[in-house]
């Protein structure tokens, strides 16, 4: 038996982390087996519950991979304090809509964390929660006073219209559009109050 590196094991933790999550989220957990992940790793069955004693181990760390991936992303467009609409823009845009493989995984992964054990539960519930508080601070900064509020139902708001809009993209496109833009334009005058309630509290004070 060949012995692997310290540094190629972490290597290949990776690729299966990379694979599985990129599979997660295309098809879901449910539509992906453990030996198609392998594959998609170019590793075997065997390599992979070397690192993952289960498959409910491995959708945990694709969660956390993912989320990690899809934050960054946002911060590398966005800079470290982009504005409430901005991130609108980042979250209800067709690209990433349809960029499920590389796309953040919980418009995904919302309805199937909760199935795969305590682990993946934590893992998803921490991606949402970076999510919220990203949309917390940008209020904030417009001067929200119930930033808190407004970021967690627009944050579920805009994960309930990713995934109408891609349950309806292949049949009625122009409406899968429609959904995105229409939301981004109803949650998108949240901002604007935010900062006229902070004008009025200036002039009043």
Do not use: W
């Not at 989320?67 to 467009?77: N, V, Y």
Request: aromatic share 4%; net charge neutral.
């Amino acid at each position: 038996m060949v012995k692997v590196s310290r540094a190629q094991a972490a290597q290949n933790r990776e690729a299966i982390t990379a694979a599985a999550g990129k599979l997660f989220r295309e098809r879901g957990v449910d539509g992906v087996g453990v030996l198609e992940i392998g594959r998609a790793a170019g590793l075997t069955q065997g390599a992979l519950y070397s690192h993952f004693d289960s498959k409910e181990m491995l959708v945990a760390e694709a969660l956390r991979e993912g989320f990690e991936g899809s934050l960054g992303r946002m911060r590398h467009a966005l800079g470290d304090e982009p504005s409430f609409t901005q991130l609108l823009d980042f979250h209800l845009d067709e690209l990433a809509r349809d960029s499920k493989a590389t796309g953040c995984p919980m418009v995904a992964s919302a309805s199937e964390a909760e199935r795969y054990g305590l682990a993946a539960s934590e893992r998803f519930a921490e991606g949402f929660s970076s999510n919220v508080q990203a949309l917390e601070a940008a209020l904030g900064r417009a001067g929200s006073d119930h930033s808190q509020d407004e970021s967690l139902a627009a944050m579920v708001a805009i994960v309930g219209a990713v995934a109408m809009s891609r349950g309806l993209r292949r049949s009625q496109p122009e409406l899968a559009n429609k959904v995105l833009t229409a939301m981004r334009d109803m949650l998108s005058r949240i901002e604007p109050q935010a900062r006229a309630k902070t004008k009025t509290k200036t002039k009043s004070g």
